[in-house]
C-alpha cells in the first residue's frame, strides 16, 4: 500500500510475492541428508572437470531457487527483450492473474448456509418493518 | 595491501594462483583464498556438496601459503553460489549465494579465520 494505503499497487504485491519465495529459500537453510550428499560425485568428476551431466544434477535441479520476474540474463540479453524494469514485469503479471483468474467458488454448502443466515435475518427485519437484504 | 587467488571450480589451484600465493607468502602479504564455485555447474547442485567443494579449494590455498611460510596471515573467502541451470549463469545476488556465504563465514570462523564473502 501507498500514499497512506489510500492506493494499493498490484505491481508491488506481485514482487513481494517473489521476494518472499526467495527469502523462503534462504530460511530454508542447506539441507543436509545421506541422500544429498554426494562425495563420491565430486571424486568422479575431479579437478576442472563439471556437474552439468549427472544424474544428481538432473535430479535435484528443481531444488534450485526458480525467480519468475527476478531477471537474471546478462544485460544485452535484457535489453534485447524489451528491458523492462522489474515493476513493469511485475505489472503486467498482476494484469494478467486479474484478467484470467477465475476464483474458486464456494463449496454448495457453504452457499446455502449463507442463504439460510441471510433469509433469516430479512424474516428479522421485515418483522420490523426495516429494509430486506439482498 | 594484500593479494587474491581464486581457484578453478572444482578443485583446481592453476599455476598462476599458485606461484602468487608463494611469492606473497614468502614477502608476509596477507592472502585471499576465494572459491567462485557454481552449483550444478563447477559444483554439486546440492548446496552442501557445494560447500565441500568451496571448503576444499580455500583450504589448498592456504595449507599452500602456510607451507610456504607458517603464519602468513589469510582470509577465507567465497563467492560461490548457484549456477541457474535454466539460463547457464551465475545466479549472484541470489537466495543460494547468500545461504553459501553465511555457511562460508561460519566455517571460516571455525577456523579463526577472518572471512571475506559475497554480498557483502
Not at chain 2, 549456477?83 to 547468500?98: K, N, Q, T, Y
Amino acid at each position: 500500500m501507498i500514499e497512506s494505503g489510500v492506493a494499493f499497487d498490484f505491481g508491488q504485491l506481485v514482487m513481494d510475492n517473489e521476494f518472499a519465495r526467495m527469502v523462503r529459500h534462504v530460511v530454508g537453510g542447506i539441507p543436509v541428508t545421506d541422500e544429498l550428499l554426494g562425495a563420491d560425485d565430486i571424486a568422479q568428476v575431479g579437478p576442472f572437470g563439471d556437474f552439468l551431466s549427472l544424474d544428481s544434477t538432473l535430479k535435484f535441479m528443481r531444488s534450485q531457487s526458480q525467480p519468475k520476474l527476478i531477471d537474471r540474463r546478462v544485460r544485452e540479453e535484457w535489453a534485447a527483450g524489451g528491458g523492462k524494469d522489474l515493476h513493469q514485469r511485475a505489472l503486467e503479471e498482476a494484469r494478467r492473474i486479474l484478467a484470467t483468474r477465475v476464483p474458486e467458488p464456494l463449496p454448495d454448502e457453504v452457499v446455502r448456509e449463507i442463504r439460510r443466515i441471510v433469509d433469516a435475518a430479512d424474516a428479522a427485519a421485515a418483522a420490523l418493518g426495516s429494509p430486506q437484504c439482498i | 595491501m594484500m593479494i587474491g587467488v581464486c581457484p578453478v571450480s572444482p578443485l583446481k589451484l592453476p599455476m598462476e594462483c599458485s606461484e602468487a600465493i608463494v611469492s606473497a607468502a614468502r614477502a608476509g602479504v596477507p592472502c585471499l583464498v576465494l572459491s567462485m564455485a557454481m552449483a550444478g555447474g563447477s559444483a554439486p547442485v546440492n548446496l552442501a556438496d557445494t560447500l565441500v567443494v568451496d571448503k576444499a579449494e580455500v583450504l589448498a590455498g592456504i595449507t599452500l601459503a602456510q607451507l610456504t611460510s607458517p603464519g602468513t596471515p589469510m582470509l577465507y573467502g567465497s563467492s560461490t553460489t548457484a549456477m541457474d541451470l535454466r539460463l547457464a549463469a551465475a545466479s549472484v545476488g541470489s537466495p543460494e549465494c547468500g545461504v553459501i556465504s553465511a555457511a562460508a563465514a561460519a566455517i571460516a570462523r571455525q577456523y579463526g579465520l577472518p572471512s571475506y564473502v559475497a554480498g557483502l
